[in-house]
């Protein structure tokens, strides 16, 4: 919320159906979720398949998020990485460049929450071993964030 009142953005990372879950809900902010309300600045950073590509070709799969982190986003900004196991090494990259460059980091983990909890401000861990389970919970803790975040910036949500 506050990165957010400040002019920040929020974006995620995340790999297979956490990218997935990662697209959506960057959509809820730059979107809508419950209200009509403005914008906000939100994206997933795996959407532009031309760049993903090309950086897994020309140096590794592994600095795709960790180069957007760094020519992107800045001091202030919030970067949420969704990872079931907590080990994929292209979101713990991402944390380790955004932690250099003062950026709060969210991990969504499961299991015991992997090598990312050592690199997150805020750590959400599903104590589960089972990738759907931890996906569906990584799902209601992001509509949680983007409800509680839209009442605190715009007021009560209308839709309850």
Do not use: W
């Amino acid at each position: 919320m506050t990165a957010f009142q400040n002019g920040h953005q929020v974006n995620f990372c995340g790999n297979g159906g956490s990218a997935a879950d990662a697209q959506h809900l960057a959509a809820e902010f730059s979107g809508r979720f419950y209200l009509n309300r403005k914008a906000l600045k939100s994206d997933a950073l795996h959407c532009n398949s031309s760049y993903v590509t090309a950086v897994a070709n020309d140096y590794h799969y592994d600095e795709i998020y960790a180069r957007l982190v760094e020519g992107t986003m800045q001091a202030g900004d919030v970067l949420i990485g969704l990872s079931t196991s907590g080990n994929s090494p292209n979101v713990v990259k991402a944390f380790e460049t955004a932690q250099q460059k003062g950026i709060v980091t969210v991990a969504f983990t499961g299991l015991s929450g992997g090598q990312l909890k050592a690199f997150a401000h805020h750590f959400l861990n599903v104590p589960s071993a089972i990738t759907p389970r931890i996906q569906e919970a990584h799902m209601l803790l992001g509509h949680i964030l983007c409800e509680l975040t839209e009442a605190a910036l715009f007021g009560e949500n209308k839709a309850q």
